[in-house]
């Protein structure tokens, strides 16, 4: 498969098999077919990523189930989840040079729960994070001096 080929195909979230000297036929790309609908999903990496903070948290949050809907509860769950996203964020899967560049966690009445959901026995915890995204393509620029005579 040429470029321009592959061009075409990139929007529509397929990954070209491409044939490369010395390496053979290999699948060039790491896109979702959610290119257009959901952009943010456009990566496999960015997708797995978030489903993997996703089931993570979710079975570790599972002590909070039985207790008490309260101010210490929010305070404990913000600071779990906190401590598992900064773990991330030292590893380098966020882009950012600070945490607070990186992701965002909120729990609270006001913030993230009405009384209604509390009343409901529901804890919502927002998280939001920015994920390094893949660099399928490597741009070089070469210039080349001359010696002015």
Same mark, same amino acid.
């Given at each position: 498969?040429?470029?321009?080929?592959?061009?075409?195909?990139?929007?529509? !979230?397929?990954?070209? @098999?491409?044939? @490369?000297?010395?390496?053979?036929?290999?699948?060039?790309? =790491?896109?979702?077919? #959610?290119?257009?609908?959901?952009?943010?999903?456009?990566? &496999?990496?960015?997708?797995?990523?978030?489903?993997?903070? *996703?089931? =993570?948290?979710?079975?570790?949050?599972?002590?909070?189930?039985? *207790?008490?809907?309260?101010?210490? @509860?929010? =305070? #404990?769950?913000?600071?779990? &989840?906190? #401590?598992?996203?900064? !773990?991330?964020?030292? @590893?380098?899967?966020?882009?950012?040079?600070?945490? =607070?560049?990186?992701?965002? &966690?909120?729990?609270?009445? !006001?913030?993230?729960?009405?009384?209604?959901?509390?009343?409901?026995?529901? &804890?919502?915890?927002?998280?939001?994070?920015?994920?390094?995204?893949?660099?399928?393509?490597?741009?070089?620029?070469?210039?080349?001096?001359?010696?002015?005579?």
């Amino acid at each position: 498969m040429e470029g321009a080929e592959q061009d075409f195909l990139n929007p529509h !979230g397929v990954n070209a @098999l491409r044939r @490369l000297r010395n390496l053979g036929p290999m699948l060039w790309g =790491s896109r979702t077919r #959610s290119t257009r609908a959901n952009p943010e999903w456009r990566y &496999v990496p960015v997708k797995r990523t978030a489903m993997f903070i *996703e089931e =993570s948290l979710y079975n570790g949050t599972q002590w909070a189930v039985f *207790e008490p809907n309260d101010q210490r @509860l929010w =305070s #404990s769950l913000r600071a779990s &989840v906190e #401590s598992f996203m900064d !773990g991330l964020f030292r @590893l380098g899967a966020f882009q950012g040079e600070k945490a =607070s560049d990186a992701y965002f &966690v909120q729990c609270g009445l !006001g913030q993230t729960m009405t009384q209604g959901d509390i009343d409901r026995g529901q &804890v919502i915890v927002q998280i939001g994070f920015a994920p390094v995204k893949p660099a399928e393509f490597i741009v070089l620029s070469i210039q080349q001096k001359t010696q002015r005579q």
